[in-house]
């Protein structure tokens, strides 16, 4: 793959291939260090939700629409972005952003 156009083509075909989802869905949340279970939300799918968040993201990659930022009361996540020193919202750009991100 060398451009967005390629790698939305490869999504796309992929997605195609992929069986239809159960009406229940299962989220596990699962620590990356070595896989133990943390918890599981089941949840009911939902394809018009879904069908929105990709649209959502396609907008922000086709760049026909500004990336929108973490939530004020979610800043705490800046902490550990690797992105925090270069973001443009509020707090996670700032000094202190950057210094929560160096201490985590």
């Given at each position: 793959?060398?451009?967005?156009?390629?790698?939305?083509?490869?999504?796309?075909?992929?997605?195609?291939?992929?069986?239809?989802?159960?009406?229940?869905?299962l989220l596990r949340y699962?620590?990356?260090?070595?896989?133990?279970?943390?918890?599981?939300?089941?949840?009911?799918?939902?394809?018009?939700?879904?069908?929105?968040?990709i649209k959502s993201s396609?907008?922000?990659?086709?760049?026909?629409?500004?990336?929108?930022?973490?939530?004020?009361?979610?800043?705490w996540k800046c902490r550990?972005?690797?992105?925090?020193?270069?973001?443009?919202?509020?707090?996670?750009?700032?000094?202190?952003?950057?210094?929560?991100?160096?201490?985590?």
């Amino acid at each position: 793959m060398q451009t967005l156009t390629d790698m939305l083509r490869y999504l796309r075909n992929t997605w195609n291939m992929l069986p239809p989802a159960h009406e229940q869905l299962l989220l596990r949340y699962e620590l990356q260090e070595d896989q133990s279970l943390l918890g599981e939300d089941q949840f009911e799918y939902d394809l018009n939700w879904v069908k929105g968040q990709i649209k959502s993201s396609l907008e922000v990659w086709r760049g026909e629409r500004e990336a929108s930022y973490t939530p004020e009361e979610e800043r705490w996540k800046c902490r550990s972005c690797k992105f925090a020193s270069e973001c443009p919202a509020s707090n996670c750009g700032s000094q202190e952003g950057r210094t929560l991100n160096a201490n985590s």
